[in-house]
C-alpha cells in the first residue's frame, strides 16, 4: 500500500487474524481497504471509481485533503473537512464483494458506539452515503437524473441452481425483499442535491441492485446462457416494484450490512444517490461532460448533506423513509434465531440415504416444521397446468360455483368460500376448491351411509365442475398424486428419524412408535384430502386484517400483541394456525394480474407469502422456488412422534394494495394434506411422556390465536375428536 503524504512504500507484509478482521503491517492496518485507526472520518462518502473519488474531495474545505491511503487492493481513501467537520470519501471500485470490503473494514477502525447508561446507543458510529452512477428502468427517469434511494434499496440475485447441464430448469433470478436507507440522512442528502442542482434533476425512488451488471441487470449475451426466457429480472423488479428507478449493483449491499452492524440497525446509518448514465427504455446514455459537472456539484452537495448530519440518533419519527418516497413493500424484522429452511434431493430420499440430519434439523424442536424437496421430476409442467386454474373456479359464475357447495360434508368437498372462520373473522380473502387427488369416492357412489354419517369430509364423493371446467379435474389429480408420491418417501426419511430418536433417549419403541408410522398416515388413500386455494386481491381500504367487525378487532389487537417489533400484522391472507393433519405438501404459490389473467414474473410484494413463526417467537419468510416441494410437519405427527416432530404455526401475508400492480395481485396455491384416519388413536409412543409432546417454551412462543396442544388432545382420544376440537378452538 501507498500512504500519502509521506510517500512511504511498503512491501505486502503478511497478515493476522485469517478468521476475524485481518490485519496486516506495524500499524495494524485493515487487509483490502488498508486503513488503520485514525485514518477515516465517521462521515463518508464512497465512490466506484478514483476519478469522481477526487472529484468529491474537490469539495474539502480549501481542497485539501489531509490525509490520502491508496491500498495494494484498489481502494482509496481521502479525508478532509466540509465545513470544519471531518468527511472521508473512499473508492472501492464496483461491485457487492468491494462494498462489504469498504463498510466492514473501515468500520473496524472507527471508534466504537456510544451508549447511555442503560446501555442503550447514543450516537452512531458512522454515517455512510454511496455516490455513484446508474441506469435508469423507469421511462419518466431520463438520462441525467439523480436518484436518491429514500425508499430503499431490492436486490436482484442470480440462482445457480435454476442452471443444470442443459440449460436453465426454471426462473434463474430471485427479488429480494427491500432494505430502507436512513430516513434522516436520505432527507438531508434529497434536500441538498435539489438546492445544488434544481428540484427538477433530483428524484427519490427505490433502489434496485444487481448481483452483476449483466445477467442479474437483463443485459443480453448472446455467449452465455442467462436463463433470460424463463424470467426477466427487469420485469420481475418492474412487477413487484413498479416506482423503482435506479439500478446498479452496490447500493442494496451497503444497506444490507449497515443494517447489521452491531447493535443491530443502531451502528451505522446508510443511504445512496446515483447519477442516472444510461437510460435502458430508450439507450440514451449521458455525455462526460455532463457527468463530471453532476460528479463536481452532487458530490459537494451530499458532502455538506454528511456535514451537517449529526451522529447522534434521530428521533423515532426522523429514523423512518423520507415522506417523499413511494409507498413500497413492507419490509421484516429479521428472524433472531438460527433456523433456517432445509433442502433435500427427490433423488436423496429415494435411494434411502442417511438424511436424519437434515430431518432433525426440519423437522425437530428448533427447525420450521418445513423440509423442501428439490429435483421433483414433472413438478414445473403440472405445477403450471393446474394454478391458473384457481382463478378459473373462483370467476365461474354463482349459481354453478354454488352447485358445487357441499354443505353436507362442511364444505370441504368442492367449493368454499367464506364457510370458514380463522382468527374470529370469515375468511373472505380466499376461496378454495377441495378434492381427494387419488380416490374419486373412497367409500364408494353413493358413499356408504354409515361412513358418510360418521365421517363426512372423508367419505363424500369429489364433485367437479366437468362441463364449467373441464380441465380442473385432471390437473387436480395429476399434481395431488404427484405431491402425495413425493410425501411418502418425506414420510419414510421421518419414519426412520423418529426410530432412531426415541432409541436415543432411551423412550420404548416396540409397540410404541411403529417403523412406517407416518409413512402408513400418507399412504391411505382414503385420508387425503387436497385444496386448491385462490387468494383474492387485497383492496387498498382493506387494512392488514380488514374490517369484520369486534372479533376481526380482537384479532388485530391479538396479533399486534404477538408480532414482533410489537406491530406487522402477517396474516391478511390467512391467519396464524398449525396443520393438524400428520404432514402437508406445499406448491409454490403463482401470482397472477387479475385484470389479464396472465401469470406474473414474480409477487408485487416481496414480502407477501408464507410466514413460519418458529419456537422461539422468531418469524422467518419460507419462500421457495417453483421447481421446489415443501413439506409441513403437522400436529398428528407431532404427538405420534412424541415430540420428536414438532408442527409450527404459519400464516401467509397478502400483497401491499400500494401500487396498481399489488392491488390486482390474485395468488394461486395447492396444499396436500395427509393426515390418519379418523378413528386412528392420538397417542404418544409407548414410553414416552404425554407432557413433552408440546414444551412449555414452544407454548409461549405461539401466536394468541393458535390454541396449545393440550386445550384440544388428550392422550389417546382419536384422530375425529381431536379433529372436531381443534375446529372448535379455531373457529
Known sequence: MAYRPSGEVSKKPSYRGTNGMPRQGDDERTLHVGVTEGDVAQRIVTCGTEERARAV?????????????????GFLTL??????????????????????FMVREVVAVLPAVSVSDDDEPTAARALIVRFGTCGSIREDVPAGTVVVCSPGSTMVRRQPDAFCMHGPQACA???????????ALSRAVEGELKTALGAHSVVAALNVSGCSFYSSQGRQDGSFEDGHELGDPIAMVRAAHPDAASCEMETFHLLDVARCARPYGRAVRASAAAIVVAHRPSGDVLSGETI??????????????????????????????????????????????????????????????????????????????????????GLLAARQALLPLGASVAGLPGTTLASLETPAAFYAVGWSHGK????????????????????????GRPAEPSALAQFPSYAHPNVWPTAALPALEPAFKALGRLVVNVGSVVATACDKYVVAELERKGSATAGGYPINQLSRIVSDPRCCKARLLHYFPLSPDHGDLGDHGDHGKQAEADEKASAPEGGAEFSDWCGWHNDHGSLTGL????????????????????????????????????????????????????????????????????????????RCA??????????????????????????????????????????????????????????????????
Open 79 to 100: 479525508t478532509g473537512n466540509c465545513n470544519g467537520v471531518p468527511v472521508s470519501v473512499v473508492a472501492t471500485g464496483m461491485g457487492v464483494a468491494m462494498m462489504d
Open 666 to 731: 390474485s395468488r394461486e396455491s395447492f396444499a396436500v394434506f395427509m393426515q390418519p384416519w379418523a378413528q386412528d388413536c392420538m397417542g404418544v409412543p409407548a414410553g414416552v411422556d404425554p407432557a413433552v409432546a408440546q414444551a412449555q417454551a414452544a407454548i409461549e412462543a405461539l401466536p394468541k390465536r393458535v390454541p396449545p396442544l393440550a386445550s384440544r388432545w388428550e392422550n389417546g382420544i382419536s384422530f375425529g375428536e381431536f379433529t372436531l376440537r381443534t375446529i372448535e378452538k379455531y373457529h
Open 587 to 662: 406448491v409454490s404459490a403463482m401470482y397472477l394480474d387479475s385484470r389479464t389473467g396472465q401469470p406474473l414474473a414474480a409477487s408485487p410484494d416481496p414480502t407477501a407469502g408464507l410466514y413460519i413463526r418458529d419456537r422461539h417467537g422468531a418469524l422467518h419468510h419460507a419462500a421457495f422456488r417453483a421447481d421446489e416441494l415443501a413439506f409441513q410437519i403437522g400436529e398428528a405427527a407431532q404427538i405420534h412422534s412424541g415430540g420428536v416432530l414438532q408442527a409450527t404455526p404459519h400464516a401467509v401475508r397478502g400483497c401491499a394494495p400500494t401500487t396498481e400492480l399489488g
Open 57 to 73: 474531495a474537490a469539495s474539502f474545505d480549501g481542497g485539501i485533503i489531509e490525509r490520502e491511503i491508496s491500498s495494494a487492493r
Open 173 to 183: 433470478y430471485h427479488v429480494c425483499n427491500v432494505v430502507p436507507s436512513d430516513g
Open 420 to 443: 370458514e372462520a380463522l382468527e374470529g373473522r370469515p375468511d373472505l380473502a380466499k376461496g378454495s376448491y377441495y378434492a381427494n387427488p387419488l380416490l374419486d369416492a373412497p367409500f
Open 292 to 377: 463530471e459537472r453532476l460528479e463536481r456539484l452532487g458530490g459537494a452537495a451530499i458532502l455538506r448533506a454528511l456535514a451537517a448530519t449529526p451522529l447522534e440518533m434521530p428521533a423515532a419519527a426522523d429514523a423512518t423513509a423520507a415522506p417523499t418516497a413511494p409507498a413500497v413493500p413492507r419490509p421484516l424484522a429479521p428472524p433472531t434465531s438460527k433456523a433456517h429452511v432445509v433442502k433435500l434431493s427427490y433423488a436423496d430420499l429415494l435411494s434411502g440415504a442417511d438424511v436424519n440430519a437434515q430431518v432433525a434439523a426440519a423437522y425437530g424442536y428448533e427447525g420450521l416444521g418445513l423440509l423442501l424437496v428439490t429435483g421433483v421430476p
